[in-house]
């Protein structure tokens, strides 16, 4: 197993937010994690990435507890994006470069500065390499935060959201895009997500969490209407279409008529 | 290819800082020809070489060079100071000035030279400031100045506040400190009042060799440690959780930068006093022209603050000669309105 999550618990001050979480994520696969607003997905992806410490429970990361590995040696190993981008008077490519930071020792080698190239040349960014981020649009730091996940080369990236921001080209283009990074360089993803559709055309395996706690864990099979219905209180119907399921909540149909 | 492209880039950026370098360099010739002796420019190159008279050598080596040395020593300090402190506090208004740590710092010496009796006020013919205990005063600037750095710290890390509310605690801070040093000066006797006061005018004139070495240590050490540091704030420039997964601790970058550039701030205000606005304005200058990128920032603020330091300096020597106003007030009164003019121009 790559990465164990241990009956994992976080709290803040008066108020529970992760309630013994355990689950296991093996190399090379891609979770989504579904659930409901402030239902504790993005502690938990804060949990895993160090930067909150978590009150109960354990860590493993290729079996060792994450909060007593080296940090340097931790950012070898997994990349975190954010949700929300710093807007600053850097430019992109200098944005990017700083994903190596974890492999630089006293200053960027030509090696760094290919990984970055080739990395924006595969998003289709080198056009605005260039340009200052304070410039960019929402999408496209979205996109530069991506990218700098990607330069970093880790084992494991977890994504807060990757898609929001982006329109629904661009959404599908990333998550493809990390799709196949996954695949070919046997990174493991896990990453938040809103859209059940996009999910399940993204994903291998689904966390599904209501306030703080584990509804189900598993392949698509876990998108269930009962399951939908557990965490989002609405009542969705789940068809295949050409062999692949689609959600389509029943609102939506009685809306249509 | 997009990575020549990159390099020409970098070298344009690396070009930026070799043009400053030059105009610093004019500008130490410049000041160093100012002033009642009139040399011209190739006697001041001789007297640095330590070729011509005597008396050159003795108004270049002597007189006018710990001033002008001083001057751009403190102007580099300043200039990184406000710069790391704006990086790290992630406020373009951040600046030992700003943050109260220079009022701090003023506290502190108006506390060692009324309460601890580091100094007083010499009337009569050489009328000025003398020093029972001149390190004493640094000290005790120091840990006030530290002390301040240690509290708008705290502000951020425990109480959460947001970098836009630090920068105004910072007013905040720095207006408590200098209502303390009022108090201090209306319970203090004439001539310490009248030493806490010349003190706290920001000049350079003080400045011995002594000083100015111990400046050039502690700014080089300073400046040392910055650059090595240069990726750690480019990572936390794109952002504070992505950097912990890049292996760079932002609480622990953080602390120690800010206790850094406090200290280079509380040591130049304990030798010059108050000196406004160079903090904040060189990176920002800088800032406009190349980018936050830190490989370049560190660097070239540091040198614009030099060179703005001694233009203000020189300025305040020679407008009203023999008069020598004291640099703090020109920093001021000409870095003011020069900020409004670049937030007015930067919307």
Known sequence: MLLEVAGVSFNYPGKAVLNNVSFKVAEGEILAILGNNGAGKSTLLKCLSRNLKIKKGAVYLEGQEIFRTNLRWFAGKVGYMAQRQEVSRLTVFDAVLVGRRPHIRLDATQKDLEVVEEVLKILEMEEFALRFLDELSGGELQKVAVARLLAQEPKLLLLDEPTSNLDLRHQYEILKLLKKFARERKMTVIAILHDLNQALRFADKFLLIKDGEIVAFGDEKVLSTENIYKVYGIKALVYKINNVPVVIPQELLIDAG | ?347
């Open chain 2, 1 to 347: 290819m997009r990575g020549k492209t990159y390099q020409s880039y970098l070298w344009q950026k690396v070009l930026f800082l070799l043009v400053l370098l030059v105009i610093l360099n004019i500008a130490i010739v410049f000041a160093l020809n100012a002033g009642s002796m009139k040399l011209g420019f190739w006697a001041v190159v001789k007297g640095i070489l330590g070729k011509g008279p005597d008396a050159l050598k003795t108004v270049i080596w002597e007189i006018r060079l710990p001033r002008v040395a001083g001057a751009v020593l403190a102007g580099i300090g300043l200039g990184l100071a406000g710069n790391v402190q704006q990086v790290l506090l992630k406020n373009p208004l951040a600046s030992p000035f700003t943050l109260g740590i220079s009022q701090a710092a003023a506290f502190g010496a108006a506390f060692s030279i009324i309460v601890l009796g580091a100094g007083s006020y010499q009337t009569g013919a050489e009328a000025k400031i003398y020093y029972a205990n001149r390190y004493l005063v640094s000290l005790t600037a120091f840990i006030f100045a530290l002390l301040t750095s240690l509290i708008v710290l705290w502000l951020g890390k425990v109480k959460k506040l947001a970098p836009e509310a630090i920068a105004l605690a910072g007013v905040a801070i720095g207006s408590l400190w200098a209502s303390g040093t009022t108090l201090l000066q209306y319970f203090a006797d004439e001539l310490k009042l009248a030493a806490v006061v010349f003190w706290s005018f920001g000049d350079l004139g003080r400045l011995g060799l002594e000083e100015v070495r111990l400046l050039g240590v502690v700014i080089s050490l300073a400046f040392i440690y910055f650059y090595l540091n240069r990726w750690n704030y480019n990572t936390l420039i794109t952002g504070e959780e992505g950097a912990r997964s890049l292996g760079v601790d932002p609480n622990k970058i953080r602390f120690w930068g800010m206790l850094i550039s406090s200290g280079i701030a509380a040591v130049i205000t304990s030798f010059c006093g108050i000196i406004g606005f160079i903090g904040l304005l060189a990176p920002h200058m800088v800032r406009r022209v190349i980018g936050n990128d830190q490989r370049f920032l560190l660097p070239g603020a540091a040198l614009l603050g030099g060179v703005l330091l001694l233009l203000a300096d020189t300025f305040a020597r020679t407008v009203i000669s023999p008069v020598i106003l004291p640099v703090g007030a020109v920093t001021s009164f000409l870095g003011a309105p020069l900020f409004l003019y670049l937030l007015l121009r930067g919307k």
